[in-house]
């Protein structure tokens, strides 16, 4: 069965920086499209960034210039570099996979989550 573990939340200070890890077992990940999501409690879930089959990366505008997400398939891990947080990006932040080429932002897309790892940025 597929699973998604994510690591690497914590807290930090406006401005600072979080590397999150997701790491994949029971599938390839080369196989997937991947994101990454956020959730505040009583909100909506949303999609920060997603990484296709290929390599090719689409990011919300909230965090466009400031994540990165990245993948390598040899580890079978997704990576999402978090700079410049702000405390507007507090949430909590969830892996997401798909057997597809390509994929995108909206949560529907996405087949496999992971639980969760909390995030929060103070001012």
Known sequence: ???LVESGGGS???GGSLR??????????????MGWFRQVTGKERKGVAVINRYGFTNYDDSVKGRFTVTRDNGKNTLTLQMNSLKPEDTAMYYCAAVRANFCHLGRADFAYW???TQVTVSS
């Open 1 to 3: 069965q597929v699973q």
């Open 12 to 14: 930090v200070q406006d």
């Open 20 to 33: 999150l890890s997701c790491a994949a077992s029971a599938m390839r990940l080369s196989d997937y499209c």
């Open 114 to 116: 992971g639980q969760g």
